[in-house]
């Protein structure tokens, strides 16, 4: 199932918390026509934690988000009005985006936020601020467009 796999992305970002996937497990099982397949059962009753280590011949793998999106996602469920969970996703951004492809707008805005960690006088925060409104848009079209695979 497509959306399991979309789910399990999703609660590998922190997106979803472990409750919130096995209380959606049990809402699709419940709204189900037929018989629910075994993977949904399983996600039910053990949770992601759980079936996330299971081979994929037994359980659906975990969509493989690019760069673009995991930003997106992070960036949908950023505490703004906590700076430390601002500096956590300025840190994630900044270690994540080594070895991504400077081509990609989000993966070189990580390359500049790590710069500024470099230098004494770096400020990742003030760079963060004056930055991520450019970011903002293209991240919001790619979440709502991971959600409505989701929803579909």
């Known amino acids: 199932m497509n959306k399991i796999s979309i789910v399990m992305a999703l609660w ?8 919130e996937v096995i209380a959606w497990a ?3 099982i419940l709204k189900g026509k037929s018989d629910p397949e075994d993977s949904l059962i399983e996600l039910s009753l053990k949770g992601p934690g759980y079936c996330s280590k299971l081979p994929s011949y ?14 997106a996602v ?3 469920s950023l505490n703004w009005v906590s700076e430390k969970a601002v500096m956590e996703f300025i840190e994630w951004v900044s270690r994540a985006s080594l070895g991504e492809d400077l081509n990609i707008p989000e993966v070189l805005f990580g390359y500049l936020l790590d710069e500024e ?3 004494d006088e770096g400020n990742p925060l003030k760079l963060f601020n004056e930055e991520i409104s450019t970011h903002k848009s293209k991240a919001s079209k790619l979440f709502k467009g991971i959600i409505s695979e989701l929803n579909a």
């Open 74 to 76: 992070r960036l949908e």
């Open 12 to 19: 590998k970002e922190a997106y979803f918390s472990e409750s």
């Open 58 to 71: 037994e359980f659906p793998a975990s969509r493989e988000l690019s760069f673009s999106e995991r930003f």
């Open 117 to 119: 960690f470099c230098y």
């Open 26 to 28: 049990d809402a699709e």
